[in-house]
C-alpha cells in the first residue's frame, strides 16, 4: 500500500513525467537526451578527452564514438588536436551548437518547470536544491544520467496500483 512517504512511486512519476518532456524536447538533437547531456558537458570544457568525457558520463568510448560522429555530422561539436598531447583529441562545441544548446536549454528548462508545476517557484528551488545535495552523495555508479532516465520505468511494474 502506498503512502504520502513513498519515495519510489513519486520519483518514478516525477522521472517519467520528465523523460517524457525532454525526450520531445530533444527529439530533433542527435541521441536525444545522451546527446544533450554531452552536449552540455562538452560546452563546459572539463574534460580534456574524449576518453575522459566518455568516463564522465559513464557511456562505452565506442559509443561516444558513435554519438559524436553524430553531433560532428550535425555541426554542433569538432574534434581538435590537444596542443598539450597531439595523440588525444578534444572535442569542442562550435558557434552552431553553443547556440542550439542555449535553445535547448531553454526549452529543456521550460519542460521541467511544467513538471514541477505543483510547487511554487521557491519549492521548486529548495527541491532542486536538495535533489542534487542527494545525487551528489549517492554512490557513484557506471551509469551515465540519460541512461538512468531511459532505463527508469524498466524497473517499475507495468502496472501500478495507487491507494
Given amino acids: 500500500m502506498r503512502d504520502e512517504t513513498d519515495l519510489t512511486w513519486t520519483l518514478g512519476v516525477l522521472l517519467r513525467a520528465h523523460r517524457e518532456r525532454v525526450a520531445a524536447v530533444l527529439a530533433d538533437l542527435p541521441h536525444g537526451p545522451r546527446g544533450y547531456q554531452t552536449l552540455v558537458e562538452v560546452s563546459s570544457g572539463r ?14 568510448r565506442t559509443v561516444m564514438t558513435y554519438l559524436l560522429d553524430d553531433l560532428v555530422a550535425a555541426g554542433l561539436v569538432q574534434r581538435q588536436e590537444d596542443p598539450a598531447d597531439r595523440r588525444q583529441r578534444r572535442v569542442v562545441v562550435t558557434p552552431r551548437g553553443e547556440e542550439a544548446l542555449a535553445a535547448l536549454c531553454t526549452e529543456v528548462a521550460a519542460a521541467e518547470e511544467v513538471t514541477l508545476a505543483g510547487l511554487e517557484p521557491d519549492e521548486r528551488a529548495v527541491l532542486r536544491r536538495l535533489l542534487v545535495k542527494a545525487a551528489r552523495a549517492a554512490p557513484e555508479r557506471d551509469l551515465d544520467a540519460c541512461t538512468v532516465v531511459e532505463t527508469a520505468d524498466q524497473d517499475q511494474p507495468s502496472t501500478s496500483v495507487r491507494s
Fill in 47 to 60: 574534460h580534456r578527452s574524449q576518453a575522459a568525457l566518455a568516463q564522465h558520463l559513464g557511456i562505452d
